[in-house]
């Protein structure tokens, strides 16, 4: 299996695993699958966590790479094709964040994992929960 952690399931995956269904929480430990976290994901934290506002992330940017490696997630780069897919995508969602993420799945053949229902209304790969 190869994922792609939305940002909130990147960081419930390291601090908070029980936030997680038991059968999703199964995939992303599953020690052949491949389990990637954006760079758009550390970015998205860290401008978060800079805001210091009360639903900022627990940690910071450079925390979270420490704590997503020490998980054994592989980090993916943004790259041109990437950024430019995004204007592919229907205006389904408006988060800038989700868009380029899940443009990297569809490009990278990689299954999204995220807790945001309104992304399962795209044509792709995704694996979210109630």
Same mark, same amino acid.
């Given at each position: 299996m190869r994922l792609l952690l939305d940002t909130h399931? +990147? $960081?419930?995956?390291?601090?908070?695993p029980e936030r997680i269904p038991a059968a999703i929480r199964h995939s992303i430990e599953?020690?052949?699958a491949e389990v990637r976290v954006s760079a758009v994901a550390v970015w998205e934290i860290a401008i978060?966590?800079?805001?210091?506002?009360?639903? +900022?992330?627990?940690?910071?940017?450079?925390?979270? $790479? $420490?704590e997503?490696?020490? /998980?054994?997630?592989?980090?993916?780069?943004?790259?041109?094709?990437?950024? /430019?897919?995004?204007?592919?995508?229907?205006?389904v969602h408006a988060d800038p964040f989700d868009r380029v993420m899940l443009a990297q799945a569809i490009i990278e053949n990689l299954q999204f994992v995220t807790f945001d229902r309104r992304l399962s209304r795209y044509d792709a790969a995704i694996l979210t929960w109630p």
């Open positions: 399931v +990147a $960081i419930w995956a390291v601090n908070r599953d020690p052949s978060k966590h800079q805001l210091r506002r009360p639903d +900022a992330p627990p940690l910071s940017g450079h925390q979270a $790479i $420490i997503f490696e020490s /998980a054994g997630f592989s980090l993916l780069d943004v790259n041109a094709t990437h950024a /430019a897919f995004v204007e592919r995508l229907p205006l």
